[in-house]
DNA sequence: TTGTGTTTTATTGCCTCC
DNA sequence: GGAGGCAATAAAACACAA
């Protein structure tokens, strides 16, 4: 009896600590689901079942996983559009969110935001047309999910925050993305891939399609006078216009397509709104991903004012809660691919021990004290003991779920990269120095030339950086032929896991570039 | 050390679609 | 009716400030 009643208490207490107590999602896992879910959103049963299996969680957890996750972007989201709409009122500039097609003041009713166009078809084909091919084209059976049209709401917010997300954890450059498959310096829309093309043509199509002609233009002429650039740090196109420098659409410089970084314009280099634009702290989690990654992940890159005239007073502007609220968004996005150098793959990131303590032992950041502690742990002193890490070493080397090619690749091209270099060049370049922070280099040593800021011209004129630049530019070239091949390669989810498999045994992680590297460098050389 | 705020995870109920 | 999804809610985990 009391012996049986010992037991009932035993089993509640176990079944309630099994139950009841939350259990963290290890940085690999979260990882994992992470990339898994900037390729999928709505991953089938089937998809579920294996990255269940992957990653050693059930398949409801992994369901409710991606239920919130999705709340989560939504939320974020939501309240990126709140921003956003307050930005319209004061900005004036197009904005997609006042195309009427069911805006923030709509609400976001799940159930009413997919009423009026297929976001899905947003989000997918006109944004990120190579998602399309991989999920939505090879994968039909996800269109019974009307979720995954999130409404408007999403169409042209998921489009901001996760979908960039998104590609940056695929590796997808979106900077390059965007201009380079939707706006030749023809001004015609080639695809990407094969199946792009079928899909889109040369239409505006998703977001594109929903706007109007004129929009379209006009959209287009931003992308023209900021080249590529007009990703670089703003959310997709129509997210926050009011980011773009004023005038944007009064002047187009001449062949502003052929040059990213308006070069030809010191007044729009130095453009204080540029600057903004580039350093705008934003409640999107790109945003705080992104910026947190500039501004706290190695004091070297504090003081290098890369991609902004302005880094510190970035920093300095930087609201302390806002700060806090980056920071703890942090870990979620932190292990996607912001962190190339110090992600929770030890066992994907063979050099991870270096580089990672390397950037941890300078900043006291959520990042690094929470989840980052804990990556690191595995990186280096637990000797890959985590199960699920380890499996997912395992696993990813050879298989690995659809879409974390791109991120391990990514990762380990950059891991590979950074460790051709020197030390000091590492801190002083800014080792994960990301596409765009490469590109940001190049652009501020020009305006750091113009402007004869000698400490910017310390920061980046100096060897090293120089060294790297060029380094990585021919590299990158040197890359670009591999990850497009596989990009080319991307089908089903499903079937592309058992290519991969095989591809993935036949040549174990090229020492290619991810795509936005590529990508960059397509459109750094290209330029 | 404690309180507070944020994020993440788990659960539940309801809705929609097949 | 079942499956899948979303939303709401509660609670744990965590970081930070006082």
Not at 22 to 46: C, D, G, M, S, W
Not at 301 to 317: I, V
Not at 418 to 427: C, G, N
Not at 473 to 499: F, T
Request: hydrophobic residues 25%; proline residues 5%; charged residues 30%.
């Amino acid at each position: 009896m009391e012996e049986s009643s010992e037991l009932q208490s035993e089993e509640n207490k176990v079944s309630n600590e099994k139950n009841k107590k939350r259990k963290l999602k290890t940085p690999a896992q979260l990882k994992a689901l992470e990339n898994f879910y900037n390729e999928h959103k709505y991953p089938t049963e089937e998809m579920k079942l294996v990255l269940a299996e992957e990653l050693g969680l059930t398949e409801k957890q992994i369901s409710g996983w991606f239920c919130h996750r999705r709340l989560k972007d939504k939320r974020l989201m939501k309240d990126e559009a709140v921003a956003n709409g307050r930005q319209d009122r004061s900005s004036g500039v197009i904005q997609d969110r006042g195309s009427g097609l069911g805006q923030d003041s709509c609400g976001s009713s799940k159930h009413a935001d997919h009423r009026y166009l297929d976001p899905k078809e947003v989000e997918s084909h006109g944004l990120y047309n190579h998602e399309l091919s991989v999920a939505d084209m090879t994968h039909g059976c996800r269109n019974r999910y009307p979720e995954n049209v999130s409404g408007v709401d999403d169409t042209s917010s998921e489009s901001s925050s996760f979908l960039q997300e998104r590609l940056f954890s695929q590796g997808l450059d979106p900077y390059d993305m965007e201009p380079s498959r939707h706006l030749t310096p023809n001004g015609a829309l080639p695809p990407l891939n094969p199946k792009g093309a079928v899909n889109m043509g040369h239409k505006p199509s998703g977001y594109l399609k929903v706007k109007g002609e004129i929009e379209h233009a006009a959209i287009t002429a931003v992308k023209k006078q900021l080249g590529r650039h007009y990703l670089e740090d703003g959310p997709l196109l129509g997210i926050e216009f009011d980011l773009l420098p004023p005038g944007a659409f009064e002047c187009q410089t001449a062949d502003p397509a052929n040059e990213p970084y308006s070069a030809t314009n010191p007044l729009l280099l130095n453009s204080p709104e540029i600057s903004a634009a580039k350093r705008q702290p934003s409640i999107s989690s790109r945003y705080d991903s992104y910026y947190t990654k500039f501004s706290s992940q190695d004091p070297h890159m504090e003081g290098a004012d890369f991609g902004s005239l302005h880094e510190t007073d970035f920093q300095d502007k930087q609201d302390k809660k806002a700060r806090q609220n980056i920071k703890q968004r942090q870990p979620l996005y932190g292990y996607t691919n912001h962190f190339p150098g110090r992600n929770s793959f030890p066992d994907l990131y063979e050099d991870s021990t270096g580089e990672a303590s390397a950037y941890n032992s300078t900043k006291s950041h959520r990042m690094s004290t929470k989840h980052g502690v804990e990556g690191m742990r595995s990186d280096s002193a637990s000797n890959h003991s985590d199960h699920y890490e380890e499996k997912l070493a395992v696993k990813q080397k050879g298989l690995m779920l659809h879409g974390y090619d791109n991120i391990n690749l990514k990762n380990m091209q950059r891991s590979e990269h950074v460790k051709s270099k020197p030390s000091s060049s590492i801190r002083n370049s800014r080792v994960p120095m990301d596409t765009e922070e490469r590109g940001l280099s190049a652009r501020m040593a020009k305006e750091e030339m113009f402007k004869g800021d000698r400490k910017a011209k310390n920061t980046y004129c100096n060897v090293d950086g120089a060294g790297m630049l060029s380094n990585e530019i021919m590299v990158a070239k040197r890359a670009k032929v591999d990850m497009l091949q596989q990009y080319n390669v991307k089908k089903s989810p499903v079937a592309e896991m058992e290519q991969r498999k095989i591809q993935r045994s036949a040549a174990d992680l090229p020492s290619s570039f991810s795509e936005d590297e590529t990508a960059d460098t397509n459109s750094s050389l290209d330029y």
